[in-house]
């Protein structure tokens, strides 16, 4: 069966899929996206993906000719369209069309994109033994509005990737300006010490994640107590325990940060139980 994607509001096939080489998106990285998971054909906490994004694009102004009640069945019947289950969605919103200059004013409308893909699940031993992760040389602008959005100009976090990629290490940790850990080259952090789960707060500049709000939700709920503030790198590499989250890995646990091992060395029990609590929510939420 070919690949089916959405295109401004038609479900057509991935070859007949066109956009302008005009696009903003393609010509500045003028946009932004969502990524997301679905479990039995639905996608875990769809209407909150949509809601930031919306949300995003207030912030960069686009002129998008649907409403989120619209993206939400166009995702879902991108989904039945290409008979998936368990799928990673990818939803885009470039500027659209426009002249050769950057000014958005050029591009009367927004081009809206939807790919589903079977799921690739990441390794099972990385949940197992945990991953490794370095803190990248490049660093997230704390100070700039799109540190808070999903923007299609990812390549600050592509950058970090490389270098995590050239360390040997699965994951890229990003300080911000000041100096404070903020986030993952694809995610949040959290870190578990003195008895207390700690993730940076948004004003680190890090991206309003989803899986993060539930997380924190989560530990309420069993009792680890939370906070939400600023540490430096040094209280990492002393943490008992870290992990990253997304949507797509959910809850990875971090057992060694550039040379230093975390805690053990091994997955520890606060985030095994939030790991097993995420699993629980989305199996009751998606039927799984
Ligand atoms: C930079 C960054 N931070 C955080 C996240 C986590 O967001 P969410 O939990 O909503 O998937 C992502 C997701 O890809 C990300 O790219």
Known sequence: MEEIVYLNGRLV??????????????????GLFETMRSYNGRVFRLTEHIKRLFKSVTVLRLKLGVTEEELETAV??????????????RLTISRGEGETGPDPSTCPKSTVVIITRPFQPYPHEL????ARAIITNTRQNDLSPLARVK??????????????KTAGVDQAILLNTKGFVAEGAVSNIFIFRDN????????????PGIT??????????????????????????QAQECFLTNSLME????????????????PGPVTQRLILAYR??????TRY
Do not use: C, W
């Not at 096939?13 to 003028?30: C, N, Q, T, V, W």
């Not at 923007?151 to 995590?164: D, G, P, T, Y």
């Not at 207390?196 to 991206?207: E, K, Q």
């Open 212 to 237: 993060r709000r539930l997380v924190l939700e989560l530990a309420k709920g069993l009792q680890i107590p939370i906070r939400e503030g600023n540490f430096p790198p040094d209280a990492l590499m």
């Open 196 to 207: 207390t789960l700690i993730t940076p707060p948004m004003d680190a500049g890090i991206l």
């Open 251 to 266: 809850i990875l646990p971090i057992v060694q940060v550039a040379v230093h091992p975390i805690g053990t060395g091994l």
């Open 13 to 30: 096939p991935k070859r007949e899929a066109k956009i302008s080489i005009f696009d903003h998106g393609f010509l500045y990285g003028d």
């Open 280 to 285: 629980e929510l989305v199996r009751i939420e």
């Open 151 to 164: 923007s299609m100009n990812f390549l600050n976090n592509i950058l970090a990737l490389m270098e995590a």
């Open 127 to 130: 949940y197992e033994k945990g």
């Open 76 to 89: 879902q019947k991108t989904i039945r369209a290409n008979d998936l289950s368990d799928a990673y969605v």
